[in-house]
Every structure is written in structure tokens, then in C-alpha cells.
């Protein structure tokens, strides 16, 4: 089983990366705006934090379904065309919440929005390492994408603060997403991509995605991404809940607390690439996910004075974690696999998006206090550390991958 992936002109080239990187961008917007959100719908329907944090388990449901089953898709159908099919289901469904005002209505809609991100997700991670040279710059260019990720994670939740100032819903927040989703595919439609040449015997299927699931370093970086998201979701997902209720000196800080953390992950992402140009990849997550220990760690112990500092700023170094992993892992495979692994990534980090805080949610509601979320937290943060000493100790990962290179991106 062999694929050749036949590279297009510069220009196309350019034009893929900057669709890719718009298209983060874009679906960012309403992933990462419902931690603003929650508080409305808790408001709206009369919710425990549990039961309002379905707003965040019912889109990671969705997207990590769609990794899993239809990862596939990328490799068998095309890149292009997957990411045509999830960007036209997830600009169709945008357009209903417009229409919507009940829980279990707007649920459905997240739910099968995720599914729509999942795919075209899937598609241009798949398509990224078709335009990469090396597993090297597969992790700069994923960086970069997870960087417009983080852009597209600012505009959105201070769109949906502007949107509430001006008493409207935040259901125009989808709204207008879909005007821009409409505009991507557009130009999605236009762009020249890379072609795939498969081989008769080359039948991306589910058997695949199942095959790769059994690897063991599909794995171990779908570990690391449950982890890591276990801890950022406790931030865009609960952070605004838990500096609700300060009153200090530092108001303003509280306030704009997660506008805050998103500037400093995006900024982080866009340095990543530098940094991981410089650095050991393996040595910038070990200094990475020990200093979000130490920001969780000093949030718990200094209570909400500390925190409105120190959990914004843990954004700066969790800007390098999740790309690098997500590349890394995706890079651990022969290219006409990339669209089932990045399906595997994706189920697992999803998983955890929609696990996490609905735990973390769970514990505040039993013990009556957010910080007792922050504490589960916490312990995934401090699990992430020792398994990025151990990645980087052992040195499996690097083996792996000195071999992909030669084997994938030599030509």
C-alpha cells in the first residue's frame, strides 16, 4: 500500500495555508466562546453548572464522533472534498439558531456543528502533512494553524460580549459564523489542491482508523491531548464562572480574564514555531505543562487574587502544547494515513473537552464551589508534566519519527 502526494504551484500552496489557517480561525469563534455563553443559557433555562455545560459536551461530542468514525473520509474521498462536505453541513447548520429557543433544539444544532467541524477538521490536518516537507515542518505549520485557532478564539467570545451589551443573543454569534463559513467555501471551491494518487490496494476504510487506534503511539499522543485539553477546557470553559462572584481591587483583570488568556495563547502560537525551531520539541512541553502546574498550583493556593493572573497567563504556555502533540502524533504515520490518525487525535482530545468540564462541573455542584473543579484541574495538569518528562526521557517519539522522515518527506 503506497500514496504519492503530487505538490501544487507556490501560489496554491500559499493559498491552501492561508484557507487552512481562516478556516481555524473560524470555527474557534464558537468552539471557544462558551465559556461567555454558559452563564446566559445557565441564566436562560434555569441550569446547574452541569446540565449548562452541555453547551460544550454536545459540540466535543459531535466533532469527536466525526473524528473517530469519519476520519477515514480525508483519505478516501480526498481532502478537498471532505473539507468541502464539513464546511457546507456546518454553514447550514449555523443558520438554524437564528430560528431556535429551546435547550434541547440549540443542543441538536451543537451537536451536529461539531460533527461538521470534526470532518473538515480532519480533512486539513490531513492536508497539511500532504503540503509539509518534513515531520519539522508539519509542527511549524501546525502551529501556525492552532495560532489563527487562537485569533478566531479572541474575536469570538468579545463578539459575543459586544452582542449582549447590545441586547441581542448570542445565537447571532452562529449566525455569522455562517456568513463566513459561506464565504470559505467559496473560495475552498477555487483553490487548486495537492492529488492524491492511491494505489488499487489503498482503501481508506474504518478498518484503518481501527488498525490505527491499536497503535501504540496513536495512543500515547491521543493521552497527552486528552490531558492537555482536560486542562485548557477548565479554563475557557469555567474560568468566567469562577471569577464571577469577585469583587476585589483587580476588577477589571476578572472581568476580561479570558480575553486575556486567549491573546496570550495566540501569541504563544505564533512564537511556538520559533521556539520549537531553537528547542527540543520534546524540552519545550516538558517547560511548557510544568509551568501550567505552577499557574494551576498558585491559583488554588492564592484563591481568586492570584488566579485572575496566573490562569490568564498559563494561555501563553499552553500555546505550544496541543499543536505540537496533535503534529507529532499525526507525523508517527505514513501520509495515506493521516486522515484516520487525525480522526483517532481528534475523538480522544474531543472526549476529553466534553468529559473534563462536565466532571469538573459535577465536583463544583457537589462540593457548592468552582474551585473544586480548578482542584481536578490541577491533577491533570501535574499528570500532563510527568508524562512530558517521560516522553522526553525515553525518546521513543524521536525514533519514530526520524524514520517517517526519511521514509515520507525524503523526495
Not at 189 to 215: C, G, I, M, N
Not at 226 to 254: Q, R
Request: charged fraction near 10%; glycine fraction near 10%.
Amino acid at each position: 500500500m503506497s500514496t504519492s502526494h503530487t505538490r501544487p504551484e507556490q501560489a496554491s500552496l500559499r493559498a491552501i495555508r492561508i484557507l487552512t489557517y481562516l478556516m481555524f480561525m473560524m470555527f474557534a469563534m464558537t468552539t471557544d466562546s462558551v465559556g461567555v455563553i454558559i452563564p446566559e443559557v445557565i441564566k436562560a433555562f434555569n441550569l446547574t453548572m452541569a446540565e449548562g455545560g452541555a453547551f460544550q459536551y454536545a459540540t466535543m461530542g459531535g466533532i469527536a464522533l466525526a473524528g473517530l468514525g469519519l476520519g477515514f473520509l480525508a483519505d478516501r474521498l480526498g481532502r478537498k472534498g471532505t473539507i468541502m462536505l464539513g464546511l457546507v453541513l456546518f454553514a447550514l447548520n449555523a443558520f438554524l439558531f437564528a430560528v431556535g429557543d429551546r435547550f434541547g433544539f440549540f443542543l441538536v444544532l451543537l451537536f451536529v456543528s461539531g460533527a461538521a467541524i470534526g470532518i473538515f477538521k480532519t480533512g486539513a490536518l490531513a492536508l497539511i502533512g500532504d503540503i509539509s516537507s518534513s515531520t519539522a515542518s508539519h509542527t511549524r505549520t501546525m502551529n501556525m494553524v492552532e495560532g489563527f485557532f487562537g485569533v478566531g478564539a479572541i474575536i469570538g467570545p468579545a463578539l459575543v460580549t459586544q452582542l449582549l451589551h447590545a441586547g441581542l443573543s448570542w445565537k447571532w454569534l452562529y449566525v455569522i459564523a455562517g456568513v463566513l463559513c459561506l464565504l470559505l467555501i467559496v473560495v475552498a471551491q477555487v483553490v487548486k489542491y495537492p492529488h492524491s494518487v492511491r494505489h488499487a490496494d489503498a482503501l481508506p476504510s474504518l478498518a484503518v482508523t481501527l488498525k490505527v487506534l491499536s497503535d501504540p503511539f496513536a495512543l500515547a499522543f491521543s493521552a497527552g491531548a486528552m490531558l492537555y485539553v482536560g486542562v485548557e477546557a477548565a479554563i475557557y470553559v469555567w474560568m468566567p464562572t469562577l471569577l464571577k462572584a469577585y469583587s476585589g481591587s483587580w476588577l477589571f483583570l476578572a472581568t476580561y480574564a479570558l480575553s486575556i488568556f486567549f491573546i496570550l495563547r495566540a501569541a504563544g502560537r505564533f512564537l511556538g514555531a520559533a521556539m520549537l525551531a531553537k528547542l527540543r520539541w520534546t524540552s519545550v512541553l516538558v517547560i511548557c505543562s510544568a509551568a501550567i502546574f505552577v499557574c494551576f498550583c498558585a491559583a488554588m493556593i492564592g484563591g481568586a487574587s492570584v488566579a485572575i493572573v496566573s490562569l490568564p497567563v498559563s494561555g501563553l504556555f499552553m500555546s505550544v502544547i496541543y499543536p505540537t502533540l496533535n503534529s507529532k502524533g499525526i507525523s508517527c504515520f505514513p501520509k495515506q494515513q493521516h486522515g484516520a490518525v487525525s480522526g483517532v487525535i481528534l475523538f480522544f482530545t474531543c472526549l476529553s473537552a466534553a468529559v473534563a468540564p462536565f466532571v469538573m462541573g459535577a465536583v463544583s455542584d457537589a462540593f457548592h464551589s468552582p474551585w473544586y473543579g480548578f482542584g481536578v484541574a490541577t491533577a491533570l495538569s501535574a499528570v500532563l508534566c510527568v508524562i512530558m518528562i517521560a516522553n522526553a526521557l525515553s525518546g521513543l517519539s524521536d525514533k519514530r519519527l526520524a524514520l517517517l522522515d526519511s521514509s515520507e518527506y525524503s523526495s
